[in-house]
Each structure stands twice: as structure tokens, then as C-alpha cells.
């Protein structure tokens, strides 16, 4: 089975400051990655997904994500925040043609005026 | 529009009453799923169903119950015996055997026993 690790729980970072959310997983089979955003008392949406092809993707938002297959990392980016992307950010995999997704536990973004 | 509709969005219960929460989707998916969420632990899946009359138990089914009648609802009952209910439940759906594993999920319902 895969795993999920969010190294942070929560960030603080003042507005305009660029960001960094680290994820790590583990998982015997290939698996697509994915970051999700989560508003106060809604919802998950999907902020960018890894497939295949180049290991840099472009989500909405700003937001990008590197995938590193020899670290097994997916490490959300972006180069300057504003208030409003104050949220819970979650990275998921899922393994190729199993929709066994695995979550990791959440990291909280909060950005100061 | 398409997409997952949760209903309530909030409830609050009396202890030891069963609860269904509701969860129906116009995307013509076939897999449905339930998530709970705490703070601080992530999404763990409850159960999922990848086709009408069809469900699988999950990490934490335990004190849950769902059914499969019709391919756009799929209902969780918490039950008495879930030990600690009070938690956010999220209701998604995907594609059956979608090529990219994506998920789709509802606002959530959160729950509340007193």
C-alpha cells in the first residue's frame, strides 16, 4: 500500500513571501500525485495533478508542484502568497488504475498580512 | 451544473441516535466514496463503491453502514456503535477505473453528537 507524509502541519508565512509545502510518499507500484486545497468547513479541490511526462506542473492559483522520483517527493510551490490562499493543503496518491487514494494529513497555510 | 452534492451540511445528534448523511452526484461516476476527516489526521476512507449494488469497507467502516441503489447516491448511516462520530465527512466520486485517479468531492457534511 501507498503512504503520504506532509512534513508540516502547519505554515506561517507573511503575504508576498514565496512557499514551500513538502510531501514525501511511499508506494511499491507507480502512482499519480496530487495536491488538493481545502476552504474552512468545504470541500477539497484539486489544485494540480502529476500524471506523467515533465516533472514540473502548473496548477491554479500560482501554485506548482516538482516531482522527484528519486526522493519520492511532490513539494508544492509558490513564489509569493496572497491572504486568500490561507487553507489546509493535502497531498494524495493514487496508484495507476486503483482508485485507492491515500491522503497525508494536512498541512495549514496561513499567510499574515 | 455537475457535480456532488452533501446534505445536511450540518447535523447534530443525541448519542447513541443512528444518522444518514446524504450524498448525490449528477457526474454520471460509477465509483462513490466517504471519507471522515479530524483535525490533524487527513482524509480516512470509511467506504467506497465502484458500481451499483456493490460497496467495500474501508480503513475505518467500523459503527457505518451505506448502500448502492442507484448510481448517483450513495447514503452513510453512522451508526450507534461508531464510538466517536463527531467529525466532517466528505462524500466523492471518480470514473470507473479512471485513467487518472482523480477525485471529485462534495462541501462535506459535519456531524456533531452531543
Known amino acids: 500500500a501507498q503512504s503520504v507524509t506532509q512534513l508540516d502541519s502547519q505554515v506561517p508565512v507573511f503575504e508576498e513571501a514565496p512557499v514551500e509545502l513538502r510531501c514525501n510518499y511511499s508506494?511499491?507500484?507507480?502512482?499519480?500525485l496530487f495536491w488538493y486545497v481545502q476552504y474552512p468547513n468545504q470541500g477539497l479541490q484539486l489544485l494540480l495533478k502529476?500524471?506523467?511526462?515533465?516533472?514540473l506542473v502548473k496548477g491554479i492559483n500560482g501554485f506548482e508542484a516538482e516531482f522527484n522520483k528519486s526522493q519520492t517527493s511532490f513539494h508544492l510551490r509558490k513564489p509569493s502568497v496572497h491572504i486568500s490562499d490561507t487553507a489546509e493543503y493535502f497531498c494524495?496518491?493514487?496508484?495507476?488504475?486503483?482508485?485507492?487514494?491515500?491522503f497525508g494529513a494536512g498541512t495549514r497555510l496561513t499567510v499574515k498580512p | 451544473d455537475g457535480g456532488i452534492t452533501q446534505s445536511p451540511k450540518y447535523l447534530f445528534r443525541k448519542e447513541g441516535q443512528n444518522v444518514t448523511l446524504s450524498c448525490e452526484q449528477n457526474?454520471?461516476?460509477?465509483?462513490m466514496y466517504w471519507y471522515r476527516q479530524d483535525p490533524g489526521q487527513g482524509l480516512r476512507l470509511i467506504y467506497y463503491?465502484?458500481?451499483?449494488?456493490?460497496?467495500q469497507k474501508g480503513d475505518i467502516a467500523e459503527g457505518y453502514s451505506v448502500s448502492r441503489e442507484k448510481k448517483e447516491s450513495f447514503p452513510l448511516t453512522v451508526t450507534s456503535a461508531q464510538k466517536n462520530p463527531t467529525a466532517f465527512y466528505l462524500c466523492?466520486?471518480?470514473?470507473?477505473?479512471?485513467?487518472?485517479?482523480?477525485?471529485?468531492f462534495g462541501e462535506g457534511s459535519r456531524l456533531t453528537v452531543l
Open positions: 466523492a466520486s471518480s470514473p470507473r477505473g479512471g485513467d487518472t485517479g482523480e477525485l471529485f
Open positions: 508506494s511499491s507500484v507507480s502512482v499519480y
Open positions: 502529476y500524471l506523467s511526462g515533465s516533472t
Open positions: 494524495a496518491v493514487s496508484p495507476f488504475n486503483n482508485n485507492d487514494m491515500r
Open positions: 457526474l454520471n461516476h460509477d465509483a
Open positions: 463503491s465502484q458500481i451499483v449494488n456493490d460497496f
